[in-house]
């Protein structure tokens, strides 16, 4: 039996197959899944808040109870609106855990009513960094594997001059 609304927040730049990983198992969990990408006007990104929602929605639309959609502002607040109180996060590897603890704490904090879970990648996908995936395609390599093609195809429109392009 499928539990209720949860929020997948981020920022998504760019959403990988891990990201995809964990969207694929917990649909089958809850009711609804919320993919919310965060919009912080201090955080220089490579795709647009527009381009990543976009984006997303493209790669989850054979998943029937996932909406994307953006946020600015505190998570706390947002998911209040939303009229739910419970926070998806995905866990890659033991790094990731000491962060998202800290992040959890201080949402429990500020509303005792939020519940954070953490959902751990499947290991294939434990290795997918954001950060990894931008300096593989800037040097001209191919992040098959790594994110959803339309996200490669615009990540390469993005990070790879064009000239660089033709020579591929």
Known sequence: MKGKTVIYPGSFDPFTNGHLNIIARASEIFEKIIISVGHN????????????VSLIAEVTKSYPNVEVESFEGLLVDYIRKKETNTILRGMRCHSDFEYELQMATANKLMNEE??????????????????????IISLGGSAKGFVPAVIEEKLIEKLCPAEERRKQ
């Open 41 to 52: 006007t201090s955080k220089k990104t490579t795709l647009s808040t527009e381009e990543r």
């Open 114 to 135: 939020v519940e954070t879970l953490f959902m751990v990648t499947e290991s294939q996908f434990s290795h997918i960094s954001s950060s990894l995936i931008k300096e």
